[in-house]
């Protein structure tokens, strides 16, 4: 069973940054063929992917609305994740979820298919 520990989340001005953290564990097969995935999800909104890595060679996904300002980095000894969010907007407000699963084609996919969750972390953004 695939666990997922979050951290990092906060309350920051417009124009700020934080840093997410998503440590895994309990991987039955290699760690390097999952893809581990932020998602997030505002007050009234529906889920939406925010960014992802293919731990096997370290391809990243991004939405379009944080494409140039979040970066998914890896640390593979430490089996964790990372997302760094600059430039901040109100609109990024939301609790992140940190998912991983190994389905074809996870990497971008829908967060309905991923199958490992972590608790989620919630992030603010004051104009």
């Keep these: 069973q695939v666990q997922?520990?979050?951290s990092g989340g906060g309350?920051?001005?417009a124009g700020g940054s934080l840093r997410l953290s998503c440590t895994a564990s309990g991987y039955t097969s290699s760690y390097r063929r999952y893809c581990i995935a932020w998602f997030r999800q505002a007050p009234g909104k529906e889920r939406e992917g925010v960014a992802g890595i293919y731990t096997g060679g370290g391809r990243?996904?991004?939405a379009d609305s944080v494409k140039g300002r979040f970066t998914a980095s890896q640390d593979n000894a430490k089996n964790t994740l990372y997302l760094q969010m600059s430039s901040l907007k109100p609109e990024d407000t939301a609790m992140y979820y940190c998912a991983a699963d190994n389905f074809?084609?996870?990497l971008g996919g829908s967060?309905?298919?991923?199958n490992y969750w972590g608790q989620g972390t919630e992030v603010t953004v004051s104009s």
């Design 104 to 106: 074809p084609g996870c």
């Design 11 to 13: 309350s920051v001005q």
């Design 60 to 62: 990243t996904y991004y």
């Design 111 to 114: 967060w309905k298919k991923y």
């Design 4 to 6: 997922l520990v979050e």
